[in-house]
């Protein structure tokens, strides 16, 4: 069945800079893949999705690469600032039409 | 858009209690969602509703859990006879009534079981 992994060890990275998460899923490639916020005590909160026919997807700060030929997803946040210090969640679509799976997420802390 | 939102958000109680928890969705979706998710994880699915249809359910859900969602709008997850190893947040989440569409999750109810 899928799997999905998210480097578990919690990122920092220096305010101003590029944040980089990765997705890597060990199946199928999905025919979608979502990317979702977290904040402690909070529910999920949807980002992008990016369609497997999609290389790349934008939306201000924020980008999403999909290469399916390593079966990986690239989330990348530009000009970072503390307040995107948050949990980032990856998801695709699972083996029936309404289930996702999620990875465990990566914690990322931008310092000022 | 009000969101979705979940009531109780916090819920205590012993071993062995019943417990229930309400989402209500975003009121033009028809798809609703149940996740579990314990600490460091990702939510785990554990049912589907399209409009008031129970469409999925995970294979590791046990007997011990129904969800119901009677009109369409709310939805109502129980857990009967709670176990230490109930004890995480679970969430609710809605979509709109087409494919491929982001999901929308509430704030979730943490349970605790003493």
């Known amino acids: 069945s899928q799997k999905i992994e998210q480097n578990s060890e919690a990122l920092n990275i220096q305010e101003g800079k590029t944040a980089t998460l990765t997705c890597n899923y060990t199946n199928y490639s999905p025919a979608y893949l979502q990317w979702y916020r977290q904040d402690p005590g909070r529910g999920p909160v949807f980002l992008l999705l990016i369609r497997e026919n999609e290389k790349e997807k934008r939306k201000e700060r924020l980008k999403v690469t999909f290469d399916t030929t390593l079966k990986q997803s690239l989330f990348h946040i530009t000009a970072s600032q503390p307040a995107d210090s948050a949990t980032y969640l990856c998801?695709?679509?699972?083996?029936?039409?309404?289930?996702?799976?999620w990875g465990a997420g990566t914690k990322l802390i931008i310092k000022p | 858009d009000t969101g979705v939102s979940q009531d109780p958000r916090h819920k205590i109680t012993k071993r062995g209690q019943n417990v229930t928890f309400r989402c209500d969705p975003i009121s033009e979706h028809n798809r609703l969602y149940w996740y579990r998710q314990t600490l460091g994880q990702g939510p785990e699915f554990l049912t589907y509703?399209?409009?008031?249809?129970?469409?999925?359910k995970s294979r590791l859900l046990s007997d011990r859990f129904s969800a119901e969602r009677p009109k369409g709008s709310f939805s109502t997850l129980e857990i009967q006879r709670t176990e230490q190893g109930d004890s995480a947040m679970y969430l609710c989440?809605?979509?709109?009534?087409?494919?491929?569409?982001?999901?929308?999750f509430g704030d979730g109810t943490r349970l605790s079981i003493l």
């Open positions: 509703f399209q409009n008031e249809a129970q469409l999925e």
């Open positions: 998801a695709l679509d699972g083996d029936s039409n309404y289930q996702l799976i």
């Open positions: 989440a809605s979509s709109p009534p087409y494919s491929n569409q982001p999901q929308h």
